[in-house]
């Protein structure tokens, strides 16, 4: 595995050139041309304008999807679940990887700019000064769509022509991981917009931090991981993580 760790050591360069990216779109998007900048505060307005109260609970329960215990209660349960299935260290160590190195780019991003938020009634308590990106857009990103990685990984290692439980469950469970990867984002993201909390601009940063941190780790830790995994397991002929186990031959 110290393939694995090789790899995992250049996230802080990727982390990196994450917080350029962002800090520089954001002081571009705050102090540059001011197209950007109308175009969010009409939207924001619009919708600020067209509030219902039954929206208005809605997004507020909605918006625990990302809140920030929620994120951490749920990458805690994945990791120690990983650990416990597995033993092995690189599976919850990506999984905590997604959500800690994302909150770490967010937070410094998000003081660097210091974007004040919309100029509307704001419906949740918050920083004033923390609009951009959407932490909660990203973390939602890194979160749903991690989750959705590492069944897809799973399901990989069910063969197609198995007709056992396992290969249901492993595909089922997949299926659902990616709707939600992409639903929950983009719920979470109009309601962060909706609540006042956010521009447009900021939840597109959201997404884009989030995006950008999901690949990085998947590439240089759960990818590989699971690729090296394979590789020594099956040279020891054991099963590969999440393989379902090969059906007796009869006698």
């Known amino acids: 595995m110290n393939i694995i760790r090789a790899q995992a050591a ?16 954001g002081f571009l998007i705050d102090e540059g041309p001011a197209g950007i900048r109308d175009e969010d505060t009409s939207a924001v307005g619009w919708l600020a304008g067209h509030r219902t109260s039954w929206l208005v609970r809605a997004t507020e329960a909605a918006t625990w999807l990302a809140d920030t215990w929620t994120v951490i209660a749920a990458t805690a349960a994945l990791a ?18 997604l959500t800690a190195g994302e909150t770490a780019i967010y ?11 919309p100029a509307v009634a704001r419906l949740d308590p918050g920083d004033p000064m923390a609009s ?6 990203a973390a939602s990103v890194c979160l749903y769509g991690g989750l959705a990685l590492l069944l897809l990984h799973v399901a990989r290692r069910h063969p197609r022509h ?36 956010h521009h447009p601009s900021d939840v597109l940063a959201g997404v884009f931090l989030g995006a ?23 040279s020891a002929g054991l099963r590969p993580v999440g393989a379902e186990p090969r059906p007796a031959h009869p006698m």
């Open 80 to 97: 120690a679940v990983a650990a416990w299935r597995t033993r092995a260290w690189w599976l919850p160590g990506g999984i905590i990887l």
């Open 162 to 197: 198995s007709r056992g439980r396992g290969h249901g469950v492993a595909r089922a469970g997949a299926a659902v991981a990616v709707a939600a990867a992409v639903a929950v984002p983009l719920i979470v993201a109009f309601c962060r917009t909706y609540r006042g909390m």
């Open 212 to 234: 950008c941190w999901l690949a990085a780790v998947n590439r240089t830790v759960l990818a590989r991981g699971f690729a090296v995994d394979d590789r020594e397991r099956r």
């Open 132 to 137: 951009y990106p959407s932490g909660h857009v």
């Open 10 to 25: 250049r996230l802080p360069l990727a982390a990196a050139i994450l917080v350029l990216i962002l800090v520089g779109s």
């Open 107 to 117: 937070e410094i991003s998000n003081t660097l700019v210091a974007r004040p938020r």
